[in-house]
């Protein structure tokens, strides 16, 4: 099993760029995550998908969108990069939601925004 | 108050020194407690659980106190791969939350 993947690795992108990052999970994990992790702040989560079909806002969901495209892939759009989104993004699945379950992660995404 | 919050460190140590992490947080509504550990630019991963009554894995020893609202981390034995970035993690186990991050504590574990 490959876990979580998540591509691309790294992105350099100017301000205004659109891209979407891709996560795709093989543990048959019903919820998923997007967060971002900047120095000094820690770890944010930006959108969750609890189940198939549905989506929810989490701590800092401005500028971004996302999609759960089916049980295994939960894609983060950024329309119009701002030098803000500039961070680490990462992906993280769990079998169930609320949050008593373990959270695998992804490697994640570099992204530059200049 | 910030909902999770670490001593950031950095903590040194020498091998086969003990240490000691400390977090507390600020929702008494909070159920689930985690260590994870994550390497430089690597992603987070479970190091374990925590229960209310403690538990222990090989060198790791975590703790809860729920009145204090406070979790511990002990790593006895200290090894070079031990150093790391350790996150106290807390869920409030409504419906539609996620996992809450501290920042987390550096630990430098030194030959």
């Known amino acids: 099993n490959a876990g979580v993947t998540q591509t691309p690795k790294f992105q350099v992108l100017k301000t205004g760029q659109s891209m979407t990052l891709q996560c795709a999970q093989d543990m048959n994990h019903n919820s998923m995550y997007w967060y971002r992790q900047d120095p000094g702040m820690g770890l944010r989560l930006i959108y969750y998908?609890?189940?198939?079909?549905?989506?929810d806002k989490g701590e800092v969901p401005n500028g971004y969108n996302v999609s759960r495209l089916n049980k295994r892939e939960f894609s983060l759009r950024l329309e119009s990069a701002a030098p803000s989104q500039t961070s680490v993004y990462f992906c993280?699945?769990?079998?169930?939601?609320?949050?008593?379950?373990?959270?695998?992660f992804g490697p994640g995404t570099r992204l530059l925004v200049l | 108050r910030k909902e999770v919050e670490q001593d950031p460190g950095p903590f040194n140590v020498p091998e086969g020194a003990t240490v000691a992490f400390n977090c507390t947080y600020s929702n008494s509504a909070s159920q689930s407690f985690f260590w994870y550990r994550q390497d430089c630019r690597k992603e987070p991963k479970l190091l374990m659980s925590v229960y209310s009554s403690g538990n222990e894995d090989g060198r790791f020893t975590a703790q809860l106190n729920r009145a204090s609202q406070y979790i511990s981390l002990l790593i006895r034995d200290s090894k070079l791969s031990d150093s790391a970035t350790y996150l106290c993690?807390?869920?409030?186990?409504?419906?539609?939350?996620?996992?809450?991050f501290g920042k987390g504590t550096t630990l430098s574990v030194s030959s």
């Open positions: 998908s609890a189940s198939e079909g549905t989506t």
């Open positions: 993280a699945s769990s079998l169930g939601g609320g949050g008593q379950e373990t959270q695998y």
């Open positions: 993690v807390v869920n409030h186990n409504q419906a539609g939350t996620a996992l809450i």
